[in-house]
Structure formats: structure tokens, C-alpha cells
């Protein structure tokens, strides 16, 4: 399965993107999915999960109610909205396809991986 990121850009703080995540090659309807992302110099971090069925989520501690993962799989679309952005938001987002369909915050346990969608926050 192929994914491809997309919705990131340039907002101000306190600014809200969507970024969407599509497969082609396959079906995300069996898929675990997440997103992670990687700020410059620093490691990949895990931001949310979802089940292959949309029915649990998993977040990273500093999101604090303010992104919000969801999946459409009719669409074969995976979303994360991000509201209340912060200038520490600014990273590279990419979206992931894990065989754990539960899904899971560990990183090497998702073997597709979207190209990256550039997020930057401006104070």
C-alpha cells in the first residue's frame, strides 16, 4: 500500500490545518493507522493512532485535546486535525500503515509510510 500525505502549509500560531493521509494500492480498512512527526534535529515522535476501525485513538501527551485523529474508510482517507497550533508544532508530519489493527504508538511497528507533509507554525 502506497501513502500519500498532504494539507500541510504555513499557519499562524493559534491556526488550524487538516492533513489527510491517502492510500492507493490497497484497502486502509485493515490497516492500524498514525501519525508522526520529526522537527528539525530531532527524533521521530509518535502523534496519534487510530483502529482500523476509527473505534480507538491514541494521542501524544502534548496534544492536549488539540489534534484529533479520524479515518474514512470508504475514502481510504485517514485525517488529523490539528487546532490551536504552536510554533513547537513546526515538523515534518508523515502518516503510517501498521498490521496491528488496533493500531500503536511505536513507530517500528508500522511498515508503510507516507513521503512527509511540512508543517510550519509562525509566532
Known amino acids: 500500500v502506497q501513502l500519500q500525505a498532504s494539507g500541510g502549509g504555513l499557519v499562524q500560531a493559534g491556526g488550524s490545518l487538516r492533513l489527510s493521509c491517502v492510500a492507493s494500492g490497497g484497502t486502509l480498512g485493515t490497516y492500524g493507522m498514525g501519525w508522526f512527526r520529526q522537527a528539525p534535529g530531532k527524533e521521530r515522535e509518535f502523534v496519534a493512532a487510530?483502529?482500523?476501525?476509527?473505534?480507538?485513538?491514541y494521542y501524544a501527551d502534548f496534544m492536549k485535546g488539540r489534534f484529533s485523529i479520524s479515518r474514512d474508510n470508504a475514502k481510504n482517507t485517514v485525517y488529523l486535525q490539528m487546532n490551536s497550533l504552536k510554533p513547537e508544532d513546526t515538523a515534518v508530519y508523515y502518516c503510517?500503515?501498521?498490521?496491528?489493527?488496533?493500531?500503536?504508538?511505536?513507530?517500528?511497528?508500522?511498515?508503510?509510510w507516507g513521503q512527509g507533509t511540512q508543517v510550519t507554525v509562525s509566532s
Open positions: 487510530i483502529s482500523w476501525s476509527g473505534g480507538a485513538t
Open positions: 503510517a500503515a501498521t498490521a496491528d489493527k488496533y493500531g500503536t504508538t511505536l513507530s517500528s511497528l508500522y511498515g508503510y
